[in-house]
């Protein structure tokens, strides 16, 4: 069975601190793609980024970055000199190549980005 | 920039009453997905559709639920008869572009319609 787990429920940092969100998956397939999922207070999901099982490569985009490891079965999510903006509710996925279509989510981080 | 369409924003029935919740994917797409987030709780998967059928649904959909693409851009999900068990986000989703296989892994979300069963 698939199963994403975000240990931490709530985050809270002050303006421009770097913060981390956690995310650890389960999953017997060898093909598989992990997602982030942003839900701002409107309430929307918002995509972020999609890895696939094969690509450990790190990546980053602005102040966004992602850390894959399959050894420990993570994805970090890293946000580098927060913003007020970034206040939102994030989501970890799964999903697994076989014939599901079905996204497995976490139960999601709230952070709170304080002035 | 496509996005997906979701009416409307928050619906208030009573329970017992039919309700229907509309959806405009993002066009082009092949692939249609229904979520329900219950308030503070995570994103749970219902059912997806693609050729103009159920390809799969998860133990929430039982026989109250139903899925339809009336048309070339609407997907719709309808509850038959409400139970305040029903109250939450509901979320459309959309993936695939005709011809792009590996695209058909990103699911575009729309805003949702919040479902208040009284």
């Known amino acids: 069975a698939q199963k994403v787990t975000q240990a931490q429920t709530e985050i809270s940092v002050v303006e421009k601190e770097d913060v981390t969100l956690d995310c650890v998956y389960e999953?017997?397939?060898?093909?598989?793609?992990l997602f982030w999922y942003k839900q701002p207070p409107s309430g929307e999901l918002v995509f972020l980024i999609r890895r696939n099982s094969f690509d450990e490569q790190n990546e980053i985009s602005g102040r966004y970055s992602w850390n894959f490891q399959k050894s420990t079965s993570s994805f970090n999510f890293t946000i580098t000199a927060s913003q007020v903006v970034d206040s939102a509710v994030y989501f970890c996925?799964?999903?697994?190549?076989?014939?599901?279509?079905?996204?497995?989510f976490g139960k999601g981080t709230k952070l709170t980005v304080n002035p | 920039e496509p996005e997906v369409t979701q009416t409307p924003s928050h619906q208030v029935t009573q329970m017992g009453q039919e309700v229907i919740l509309r959806c405009v994917p993002i066009s082009n797409h092949l692939y249609f997905y229904w979520y329900r987030q219950i308030l503070g709780q995570k994103v749970e998967f219902l059912v997806s559709?693609?050729?103009?059928?159920?390809?799969?649904k998860s133990e929430i959909f039982d026989d109250q639920f139903s899925v339809e693409r009336p048309d070339g851009s609407n997907f719709t999900l309808k509850i038959r008869s409400t139970k305040l068990e029903d109250s939450a986000m509901y979320f459309c989703a959309s993936s695939g572009l005709a011809g792009v296989g590996w695209a058909k892994n990103i699911q575009y979300f729309g805003a949702g319609t919040r479902l208040s069963v009284l």
């Open positions: 996925a799964l999903l697994t190549q076989g014939g599901s279509e079905k996204l497995v």
């Open positions: 999953t017997r397939d060898t093909t598989y793609y």
């Open positions: 559709f693609y050729n103009n059928e159920i390809s799969e």
